[in-house]
């Protein structure tokens, strides 16, 4: 803001605020403070103590920019703590009123932090002095200082009053002189402003400050008992009266407009008149608002009292019709006032005689014409004419008044056009009704008033503008097209206004078509206004609103980051949206933890939209910096996290209990979760152990590999944010591993060892579980297959009748890993039963095995047997129960016929094996003999009690079993 000030006569002001004999400066305190706290409302601040609020330099910024419309910039603390920064912020203002053009002169920033009373009120009053007085009398061409031309101001307001102010100080004090400032901006509104009494002083002012604050807008900066005193200055006044000057009437305020009276007929025009003669007259007040109409008339110097009689028509509200009678001849005085106001041209002379002939006048006669009474082919601003011819209508001169649209009287010329004729000119500001009354002789003519209405001859609202909702920046040169081809022919105009009131230079092209293109070179941040008028009507819904904006706005760029948290080792995007803010160089530094600067890439998707990406390698915070044209626009702090938290990674399910382990071909399930380890969304998947690495690797890969070494498959399913349910099915039997890694970093516990086994893959069979084959006396085995059931313990328990100490004992061989040969011996003949368990699970369904055992006879066996005999000395072939200690027992056993070809002297190279045992699992001696493949072995027992013969018949080739028998030895 650059304000053209007599800059000798504002120091003037300034030297006498900082004078040291100044005695009102409590006055000026009050006032100027109360100013600021006007403007600062609209940021919800308040200064209370303009010697401690000020010193920050915060309140004088926010000051500046609401009295602006401009932004200081970012040039400054918003919380300052330090004096340095305090200083800095009311640098920055002093720097910025420079800007604005304000001539700072004695006064340092230092006197404002140290809160020198004196020189703070002279800086406010600078602020005042150029942003309110002098920005008001900025089109005031007129000579003289700003204060005299801020009291022309206000004396052209007093106009209608008749009043005059010399001053800003004593005249001002007893309240009189701004009761009648508020009623002539405000007609009616203190309708006794004429009679108050000068004594009450501090009231006139009060009722004065209250109407004009609630009705005209004024805000209340002095205190009344501060204007109505002696000691009020000239400033404090000047601050307060300065905001009367572009102060509007607000709506609904109880206000008159007698400017808006018409008084009309002879009595008041004085034509045709004749002493004792009714001298009728109208005072048409319709549109002056509420408020009465009184009408005087004084006589000629010595003459009776004049009678006046006059009453509302009744047909229009407002409208009065009357009459007076003059008795004498001479001048008479008409007084007609609204609301004790003046109507326009009041108070009306009126000469009356006796002399006749001169009072003989015919409207009638008079003859008009012209275009400015029909409205033909006229517009706005051109000029409308008509002449009046009277020469025969005898010897008086025409009175032509014109109103218009808005009951306001329109300026005319009048030309003498030879003896009895007139030419008239005037040229209506606006489109509407006009109303042009023409009296001859103080009588209207026949067809007076004419109403003459001035039309448009153009569409307005089919003219239409394009490109109002670019963005314009300071030096940008904006082409806007305005299309009037269907509008109708007339001339386009426009007028270009700056936030500061300039008008703009602008080039208005146009191809002869209706296309116009209108072009402007804005110098000033805000909104500009583009008025548009075709054909004089005003294009409808402007003046036309065009923001202009700085070249360079930091605050408008926007930065988008999805999250604080970032992944470590992922690329982060970091989204620049500069398309408002100017133009800038747009710098991103990134800075990690150890305060390195980190590489980013830069990639430019679309003019002011940039992706700038980076890759944190390390856990910690990471700075981002963002600046635009050189200024700071945000700095944020991103942490990176690992994409998974492993320590917070919680694996579990019945597939993961080892005291339960899995079944082949029943589906393992297990849960992971993983909603308090994840930083954002991850991505789960099976390892491929083939693949070293991905382009897009998951943050958990999952493996399970088979007994055979092989990856078993898996199903991953997410069932809700961060918890992953996973299943497979285990194909065969044995050791299987769990691993869940993230980066080749395994998670707890892992690797989880599992274990499948597979009963159905279990085999068992062999003489030893068939009922039948088994023969008492032999040996007999089975064999239990579980090569394909994984590894687990083998348990087989033997169910028979023998109890004690012959009871069957299983011998468990394992010649092959998971294959197992069991043997036991069944000495006596009846159904056994063999449980066999693997693991914890018992075999065939559950339920024991059920081999018989047969009792031999002599020489028969099964065929896949060798066939001997036994012969046991004074006894029968079964044995008997008992025998006697005396006895010499005599076994004799016989190959059978088809080896006899292999036998020797010797025996076979495996003999049979016969043992006799005893009490106490003794043996009993025995000798042995052979001949012509014949055993004879001969036993002495020594004790009593149960004995039992065993035979095992073996070769080196086959083992056919074995067999035994039970006898009893007795004394």
């Not at 915070?621 to 200024?631: H, I, L, P, Q, S």
């Not at 030893?768 to 088994?774: A, D, M, R, T």
């Not at 010649?815 to 069991?822: S, T």
Request: some cysteine.
């Amino acid at each position: 803001m650059t304000t053209q000030v007599n800059e000798d006569e504002r120091q003037c002001y300034l030297d006498d605020v900082i004078s040291e004999n100044v005695g009102w400066i409590r006055i000026q305190e009050k006032t100027f403070k109360r100013w600021m706290n006007e403007h600062l409302k609209h940021r919800k601040l308040e200064v209370e103590d303009i010697t401690e609020d000020l010193n920050d330099g915060l309140a004088l910024i926010n000051l500046l920019e609401v009295l602006s419309h401009k932004s200081i910039g970012r040039h400054y603390t918003k919380k300052p703590r330090i004096n340095a920064q305090k200083m800095e912020n009311i640098v920055a203002t002093f720097n910025f009123m420079k800007g604005e053009g304000i001539k700072i002169v004695n006064i340092d920033s230092t006197d404002i932090m140290q809160g020198n009373m004196k020189l703070t009120l002279g800086l406010i009053w600078t602020l005042i002095f150029n942003y309110q007085i002098a920005a008001n009398l900025k089109d005031d061409n007129s000579g003289g200082g700003p204060k005299k031309k801020l009291l022309n101001k206000i004396n052209q307001k007093l106009r209608p009053s008749g009043r005059k102010a010399n001053n800003f100080t004593g005249d001002w004090n007893d309240g009189t002189l701004l009761c009648c400032l508020v009623n002539c901006i405000a007609p009616g509104l203190i309708p006794n402003h004429t009679i108050l009494d000068p004594e009450d002083n501090v009231e006139n002012v009060r009722t004065a400050m209250d109407l004009a604050e609630t009705w005209l807008g004024v805000p209340k900066l002095l205190a009344p008992e501060d204007m109505a005193s002696t000691s009020a200055d000239d400033l404090s006044n000047m601050t307060y009266l300065s905001g009367f000057l572009d102060c509007k009437v607000k709506e609904g305020a109880p206000v008159v407009y007698p400017n808006r009276a018409i008084a009309r007929g002879p009595g008041v025009s004085g034509v045709g008149l004749l002493p004792g003669k009714p001298a009728t007259f109208e005072i048409d007040a319709s549109k002056c608002g509420t408020g009465e109409v009184v009408v005087t008339v004084d006589g000629p110097e010595g003459s009776e009292p004049v009678k006046v009689e006059y009453a509302a028509t009744g047909d229009t509200p407002g409208v009065y019709t009357g009459a007076y009678f003059p008795k004498d001849e001479g001048e008479y005085t008409v007084n007609v006032t609204f609301c004790g106001v003046d109507v326009p041209k009041a108070p009306f002379k009126v000469k009356i005689y006796n002399d006749g002939p001169r009072n003989k006048v015919d409207p009638k006669k008079v003859k008009v014409e012209g275009p400015g009474l029909t409205g033909d082919n006229i517009l706005p601003e051109e000029n409308a004419w008509f002449k009046i011819n009277y020469k025969e209508a005898g010897p008086a001169e025409p009175k032509v008044e014109i109103v218009g649209p808005d009951s306001q009287p329109v300026s005319f010329t009048v030309e003498q056009d030879g003896v009895g004729e007139q030419y008239v000119s005037y040229k209506p500001p606006k489109f509407g009704m006009y109303n042009v009354a023409i009296n001859f002789g103080g009588m209207p003519l026949p067809n007076s008033p004419y109403k003459v209405k001035i039309s448009p001859k153009v569409d307005a609202s089919k003219v239409k503008i394009a490109g109002l909702a670019q963005i314009i920046r300071v030096g940008d040169s904006p082409v806007f097209d305005i299309d009037t081809s269907a509008a109708g022919e007339g001339k386009l105009e426009a007028v270009i206004v700056s936030p500061s009131g300039k008008k703009l230079d602008f080039v208005l092209d146009d191809d002869d078509k209706g296309h116009h293109k209108l072009k402007i070179n804005p110098a000033e941040v805000g909104t500009h206004t583009i008025s548009l008028v075709y054909g004089k009507v005003p294009v409808p819904h402007g003046p036309f609103s065009v923001k202009v904006r700085p070249d360079c706005e930091p605050d408008k760029v926007k930065v988008l980051i999805d999250s604080d948290k970032i992944r470590l080792g992922q690329p982060t995007k970091i989204k620049i949206d500069s398309k408002e803010a100017g133009n800038g160089d747009l710098k991103v530094r990134i800075i990690d933890s150890a305060g390195l600067e980190v590489d980013v890439d830069h990639d430019q998707n679309d003019y002011g939209l940039d992706t700038f990406t980076f890759q944190p390698k390390r856990e910690g915070d990471y700075t981002v910096d963002v600046t635009f044209g050189g200024e700071p626009v945000c700095e944020k702090v991103l942490t990176a996290e690992p994409r998974l938290k492993l320590d917070k990674l919680n694996i579990f399910g019945d597939g993961l209990n080892s005291n339960k382990p899995l079944k082949v071909g029943e589906e393992c399930k297990m849960t992971i979760d993983a909603s308090r380890a994840m930083t954002g969304d991850i991505v789960i998947r099976e390892k491929d152990p083939n693949k070293t690495g991905a382009e897009d690797p998951a943050d958990l890969e999952l493996l399970v590999v088979g007994p055979d070494g092989r990856p078993v498959t898996l199903e991953i399913e997410e069932s809700e944010d961060g918890v992953f349910k996973v299943a497979f099915t285990p194909d065969k039997a044995g050791d299987y591993m769990f691993v869940a890694e993230s980066e080749g970093v395994a998670a707890p516990k892992c690797p989880i060892p599992l274990r499948a086994r597979g009963l159905k893959s279990v085999k068992v069979f062999g003489p030893g579980v068939e009922p039948s084959g088994n023969l008492c006396g032999f040996d007999t085995h089975f064999i239990v297959d579980a090569r394909e059931a994984g590894e687990e313990k083998l348990t087989v328990d033997i169910l028979g009748p023998g109890t004690g100490e012959f009871k069957p004992v299983p011998t468990v061989v394992e010649p092959q890993k998971g294959l197992f040969k069991v043997k036991y011996d069944v000495p006596l003949h009846n159904m056994y039963g063999v449980d066999v368990k693997y693991g914890e699970d018992t075999l065939n369904q559950g339920k024991p095995f059920k081999p018989k055992v047969h009792t031999h006879n002599v020489g028969v066996f099964p065929s896949t047997r060798r066939r001997v005999e036994m012969q046991v000395t004074h006894l029968a072939l079964e044995a008997p129960s008992s025998c006697s200690v005396d006895d010499y027992i005599d076994i004799r056993l016989k190959y059978a016929q088809r080896f006899k070809t292999l036998a020797k002297v010797s025996g076979p190279s495996q003999p049979p094996q016969v043992k006799v045992i005893g009490p106490g699992r003794k043996l009993v001696d025995t000798k042995t003999s052979v001949q012509d493949c014949v055993y004879k072995v001969r036993a002495s027992p020594v004790e009593t009690g149960a004995h039992k013969v065993v035979v095992r018949c073996a070769d080196s080739d086959l083992v056919y079993g074995s067999f035994s028998n039970m006898f009893e030895i007795t004394k």
